[in-house]
């Protein structure tokens, strides 16, 4: 069952934004997202928190400073995601461009796992780096910055997930998590974490005079990779986070890309001149993803950091290759997955945990999101590990902290989970392969005594009603050029329809004509083949589409029900 509500309008709010210039239809989509005045969506770049508020990144830039004037030896151990891959490259670009000898390394998470572990602070040891910098990664990494210190390696974490109990001895920790850190946006990404850095630095290095006689090296140029980053973790888009992106975005359609990002655009068939928040986090990030799914994110990482376009575009057509590979991958194991649901009474349980001896580790988070919004539960599949073991990834449900989950878990069952981590929506984690079972019945447990019972029934969270004058291309324009995504979502609307003409596309489309107020729109339903009632009640989002280049308004259906 899937229920439509509609987000509250606080009406002063929305009265107030009008009042200071803004659309109206904007002024109410903004008001209820919490946005109380205009300053909240100045994305102008002197809206940035400063850099100065962000604890560590003066210590920072002085410790990179003196580094860059002693010809110091650095190298960024960098994470195997989007956020990480954009955040080496920030690194790597910047760095560079302000005269620092500095390299790489992103270890295969399959041999060395996750985050600066003593055996990755061996590897880079061959390297001989004076200072290790963590790209998000690093915070919970007590044992491989212990070892970098044994090592007499400095070490410079730049991170934004939660810290532990216990925080790295580090030379400078950079992470707006770590307590006592002042800066409001906790949400930022790791590749926003990297980027002022940055800016700390090149502050440090002009208070220095180390650009006498030659040009600042222009960060801004970086911003296109920080909106990448931001948007494909699916970090809240909080006010600072919204500046980073859209001024990113900016970049990306007047053309002032970074040749690997234009190259991405190219091999996923997308125009950077109308790119969205949803190209990036659906069409660019996973092709970069899928590097340190199936092997390393190095090949990601180089397609960013070339200045050579040709080698641009060959890296992005291998990643494209490689994204296609992933979901060759993704489709067998859902089916899988959705084979053993079948076998399962979802009505009765209350989490989900599927294991399948042949699933890729690389691919596992994909699989439990897609199971996750099919039954509407928090969702965590295994596939094997070490030997005789199996890892876990988890995705959760508005109502349910995935890691407390875990933690409760740990506590009820000691030695039964052997590691995890992670945050309110997802979550990783490693058992024995002989312990799955009672892992499940336990994690089961733990869920039914922490989520509600009306979490576990899915909402559509809509806008509401619009008035069928407000349903055409200028207002679809409006939305498009907005900055939308994870906690200020892109506007839905619900309506009542009639629904005039329906028929299949591709055998799983359903493609159809709705009338309201005497207007007839074109909609389409994408992987819906049953067919509507005559009159429905439909969430929906304004689309354009775009056909030999005529634009129309068109509606994406959501859901729908019977009116």
């Known amino acids: 069952m899937t229920r439509i509500v509609h987000r509250p309008i606080p009406p002063r709010s929305y009265a107030l934004l009008e009042q200071q210039g803004v659309h109206p239809l904007l002024a109410r989509l903004y008001a209820s997202r919490g946005v109380q005045e205009r300053s909240q969506i100045d994305y102008s770049l002197k809206a940035l928190l400063p850099p100065d508020t962000l604890t560590g990144a003066n210590d920072a830039a002085q410790m990179l400073a003196d580094a860059i004037e002693a010809d110091a030896r650095l190298l960024i151990v960098a994470d195997y995601d989007c956020d990480g891959a954009t955040a080496c490259a920030i690194g790597i670009r910047a760095l560079r461009a302000m005269g ?21 602070v061996d590897l880079a040891a061959h390297a001989e780096p004076d200072i290790i910098i963590t790209v998000d990664n690093g915070i919970a990494s007590v044992e491989g910055v212990a070892r970098a210190n044994e090592l007499g390696i400095s070490v410079l974490v730049t991170d934004h997930h939660l810290p532990g109990d216990e925080l790295p001895r580090a030379d400078v920790i950079v992470n707006p998590n770590q ?86 655009f190219a091999a996923a068939g997308r125009e950077p001149a109308r790119a969205t928040s949803f190209d990036l986090g659906f069409a660019i990030g996973p092709r970069l993803n899928a590097a340190g799914r199936l092997s390393d994110m190095s090949l990601g990482i180089e397609c960013l950091i ?26 067998g194991m859902q089916e899988e997955a959705e084979a053993q649901l079948a076998t399962i009474d979802i009505g009765e349980s209350k989490s989900l945990a599927l294991f399948h001896p042949d699933w890729h580790q690389g691919v596992i988070g994909i699989v439990a999101s897609r199971i996750k919004e099919r039954a509407h539960r928090p969702t965590i599949a ?26 409760l878990v740990s506590k009820r069952e000691p030695g039964l989970i052997l590691r995890f981590g ?22 089961e447990q733990a869920v039914a005594d922490m989520v509600e019972p009306s979490a576990l029934t899915r909402t559509i969270e809509t806008d509401g009603a619009l008035e069928a004058s407000l349903m055409n291309l200028h207002a679809a324009i409006l939305i498009e050029a907005e900055t939308w995504g994870q906690g200020f979502p892109p506007p839905v609307f619900a309506d009542r329809f009639e629904v005039r003409n329906q028929r299949l596309l591709k055998d799983k489309h359903l493609k159809l004509s709705l009338a309201k107020d005497g207007s007839v729109f074109d909609a389409i339903w994408f992987n819906r083949a049953e067919p509507l009632p005559p009159c429905v009640n439909a969430a929906y989002r304004l689309d354009i589409n775009e056909y030999q280049g005529v634009r129309r308004i068109q509606l994406m259906v959501e859901h729908a029900e019977p009116a």
Do not use: W
């Not at 409001?184 to 990297?194: D, H, L, P, Y």
């Not at 992670?422 to 024995?432: F, I, K, N, Q, S």
């Open 100 to 120: 620092a000898n500095v390299s790489y390394l992103v270890p295969n998470r399959f041999e060395y796992g996750y985050g600066l572990t003593p055996e990755i």
């Open 179 to 264: 307590p006592g850190c002042g800066f409001t946006s906790k949400s930022i990404a790791g590749c926003g974490v990297m980027f002022y850095v940055m800016l700390t630095l090149r502050a440090e290095l002009r208070r220095r005079g180390a650009f006498a006689g030659r040009e600042e090296p222009n960060l801004g140029s970086l911003l296109d990779l920080v909106a990448l980053g931001t948007v494909a973790d699916v970090v809240k888009l909080d006010h600072n986070n919204r500046v980073l992106v859209t001024q990113g975005m900016q970049r990306i359609r007047s053309g002032k890309l970074t040749p690997g990002l234009r190259a991405l």
């Open 306 to 331: 070339t200045d050579d376009f040709a080698r641009a575009l060959s890296l992005a057509q291998q990643l494209d290759a490689m994204n296609r590979e992933r979901r060759e991958i993704e489709q």
């Open 382 to 407: 295994f596939a094997r590990g070490n030997e005789g073991e199996i890892k876990g990834s988890g995705r959760s449900i508005p109502g349910l902290h995935l890691r407390d989950a875990l933690d």
């Open 422 to 443: 992670g945050h309110a929506m997802a979550a990783g984690l490693t058992v024995r392969e002989h312990d799955f079972e009672r892992f499940r019945d336990t994690f």
